[in-house]
């Protein structure tokens, strides 16, 4: 069964700092992958999506993620972390027309 | 543009007992998925509806099963509750045609076993 890893739980940072959450997947094949992010109060919405081509994505509010197809790898970067951005996030793979989410990591930003 | 709407946002149910969950999906949606999203835990997947079947199941029990209107609505149906089915069920749309893999989410419905 596919399945997707989120290697952190609960990440805490100050403003300004750099965050690179990581995410592996297990499927083989061609993948289509995505992070999801649901603010306090919010529903789940689409922060990016990789389907094919270049292996940096960027998305909205400067996040950007890298397919790394040889490590089966799709981590989440943004250069400088703004309050705004404490939510939780979610990796996901798109695996025979189901999205798989993995467990989800929890970012607090410090003021 | 109406999102995805699901009903009701919150309910109490005893074990034994039986749960229908709502979704309307967003405008122009053919595809319903359902997501059950246990505390501190990721999304996992139920089923998917498209043309009013079921095309799609994750490791769920019989328990669980669905129905998918010709209007793309949706229901979650969930029978002899157990305490474990306490958690969010969150519904998501999508279009069949032209299918980018991107869902759109409802903001869930938390049902409460006691």
């Known amino acids: 069964a596919q399945s997707v890893s989120q290697h952190n739980h609960h990440v805490i940072l100050s403003e300004a700092a750099s965050l690179e959450l990581g995410c592996n997947y297990s499927?083989?094949?061609?993948?289509?992958l995505f992070w999801y992010v649901q603010y306090p109060g919010q529903h789940l919405q689409l922060l990016l999506k990789?389907?094919?081509?270049?292996?940096l994505v960027k998305g909205i509010k400067g996040f950007e993620a890298e397919f790394i197809k040889s490590k089966f790898s799709f981590n989440l970067r943004k250069p400088s972390v703004q309050w705004s951005d404490t939510a939780e996030y979610f990796c996901?793979?798109?695996?025979?027309?189901?999205?798989?989410f993995g467990k989800g990591t929890r970012l607090h930003i410090l003021p | 543009d109406a999102g995805v709407t699901q009903s009701p946002t919150h309910l109490i149910k005893t074990r034994g007992q039986q749960v229908t969950l709502r979704c309307s999906p967003k405008?122009?949606?053919?595809?319903v998925s359902w997501y059950q999203q246990a505390l501190g835990q990721g999304p996992q997947f139920i089923f998917q509806y498209y043309e009013e079947e079921e095309r799609q199941r994750g490791n769920f029990p019989d328990r669980f099963s669905g129905h998918q209107f010709p209007n793309y609505s949706s229901e979650l149906n969930v029978n002899a509750l157990l305490l474990g089915d306490s958690a969010l069920y969150l519904c998501?749309?999508?279009?069949?045609?032209?299918?980018?893999?991107?869902?759109?989410f409802g903001e869930g419905s938390r049902l409460t076993v006691l």
């Open positions: 990789y389907f094919s081509g270049d292996p």
């Open positions: 499927y083989g094949g061609t993948v289509n």
């Open positions: 405008s122009g949606h053919d595809t």
């Open positions: 998501a749309s999508r279009k069949n045609r032209g299918n980018t893999g991107e869902l759109f």
């Open positions: 996901a793979v798109n695996s025979n027309d189901k999205i798989i």
